[in-house]
């Protein structure tokens, strides 16, 4: 059985859903707004750690259509005063002429905000090496935790082309 690592924001409380859809062979590692600083030294040093002695085969970007955080960057509310918060805020503006013309700017926001994770992960010396060596996948998925929902999908495939 393959063992999975889910990276998501605490506030969509999605471990239940997750490890019931997923199987109990589940990790998880949190942070507010799925935004995963691995410049710090000792939280990239912890991930790989957790990779390699959990053996992790495939590792899951999660972002929430109703988390309480992306929506309120698409309304421009400023409900957390959170480096979190202004780093959304910051690739929303950057963004914005593309989410606006989507039907679901939280979708589009999370979207765009997996890619960017993941171009983060390959970029990391030491994190990029241990998911090639170890053949580690990297999926996105949005989900609607309160419905039971979710869409899985590859991410790691638009980096592949470039």
Request: charged share 20%; glycine share 2%.
């Amino acid at each position: 059985m393959s063992k999975k690592l889910f990276l998501l924001c605490p506030l969509i409380h999605g471990e239940v859903y997750l490890r019931n859809r997923f199987g109990n062979e589940s990790f998880f590692m949190t942070a507010l707004g799925s935004v995963f600083d691995f410049h710090n030294k000792a939280y990239a040093d912890s991930l790989i750690h957790l990779l390699l002695q959990e053996d992790i085969t495939e590792i899951f970007h999660v972002h929430d259509i109703n988390s309480p955080l992306l929506r309120s960057i698409v309304n421009e509310e400023v409900t957390y005063n959170s480096i979190s918060h202004q780093f959304l805020s910051e690739l929303y503006k950057e963004n914005y002429c593309d989410i606006i013309q989507e039907p679901n700017k939280v979708a589009s926001l999370a979207l765009i905000h997996m890619k960017h994770q993941v171009n983060l992960f390959l970029r990391h010396p030491r994190l990029s090496a241990i998911i090639i060596e170890n053949k580690i996948s990297i999926q996105g998925l949005l989900s609607q935790i309160d419905k039971r929902k979710s869409i899985q999908f590859d991410i790691q495939m638009d980096f592949q082309q470039l």
